[in-house]
């Protein structure tokens, strides 16, 4: 089984472009998360999938976050403009639904300068 | 108040000390409770888990609740420098979909 892959694994981009993160998650997973990690808020969940159709996005912090899922094995977390406090560690997680073992990916890494 | 809190230390053991990492949470309905280890630059893969309260084990770990108390422990025997990682907790909301991680505790084991 190849796990939750995520791209890019890092990325360093300047203040107001637009970011694309993408995730692939475990074969036959039907709930999809996006978290973003930071030292001073550890980990937060986004927004969460099941079936490909949003459950919970009170998590993104604000407009500039969107997130698609427009198929079971692809989903990308977009972010325009960014800006230097967006810079943090994104995990893509998927799990069997209910109750299920949550399996992360190894993070995308974000830097915006 | 957050859901669940979690000293995030660090926390710096001697290797072959007994461990003790803890979480309080909030939310009386929470029924699943997992724990995460995270090494560095990784992502975060369940350790262990418990429904309800009561203990489990799974060889040098065991993972405690008490559900009066709102408190998750988790106890790490003959702890070994490869434990060195951040352990988050995590109780999952009622629903089995949304879990709500701590902040994760720093430890280190010193060889």
């Known amino acids: 089984d190849a796990g939750v892959i995520q791209s890019p694994r890092h990325e360093v981009t300047e203040m107001g472009q637009e970011v694309t993160l993408r995730c692939k998650p475990i074969?036959?997973?039907?709930?999809l998360f996006w978290y973003r990690q930071t030292m001073m808020r550890g980990l937060e969940l986004l927004i969460y999938?099941?079936?490909?159709?949003?459950?919970?996005d009170s998590g993104m912090p604000e407009d500039r976050f969107s997130a698609k899922m427009p198929n079971a094995s692809f989903s990308t977390l977009k972010i325009q403009p960014s800006e230097p406090r967006d810079s943090a560690v994104y995990f893509c997680?998927?799990?069997?639904?209910?109750?299920?073992?949550?399996?992360f990916g190894e993070g995308s890494w974000l830097t915006v300068v | 108040q957050k859901e669940v809190e979690q000293d995030p230390g660090p926390l710096s053991v001697p290797e072959g000390a007994i461990v003790s990492l803890n979480c309080t949470y909030s939310?009386?309905?929470?029924?699943?409770f997992m724990w995460y280890r995270q090494y560095s630059r990784k992502g975060p893969e369940l350790l262990m888990y418990?429904?309800?309260?009561g203990n489990k084990e799974d060889g040098r770990f065991t993972a405690q609740v008490d559900k009066s108390s709102k408190y998750i422990s988790l106890f790490i025997r003959d702890s070994q420098p490869s434990d060195s990682a951040t352990y988050l907790c995590?109780?999952?909301?009622?629903?089995?979909?949304?879990?709500?991680f701590g902040a994760g505790t720093r430890l280190f084991v010193k060889a």
């Open positions: 997680a998927s799990s069997g639904g209910y109750g299920n073992t949550i399996y």
């Open positions: 074969s036959g997973h039907n709930s």
């Open positions: 999938f099941n079936n490909n159709v949003p459950i919970d």
């Open positions: 939310n009386s309905a929470f029924q699943y």
């Open positions: 418990t429904y309800s309260s």
């Open positions: 995590a109780p999952m909301e009622p629903g089995g979909f949304k879990t709500i």
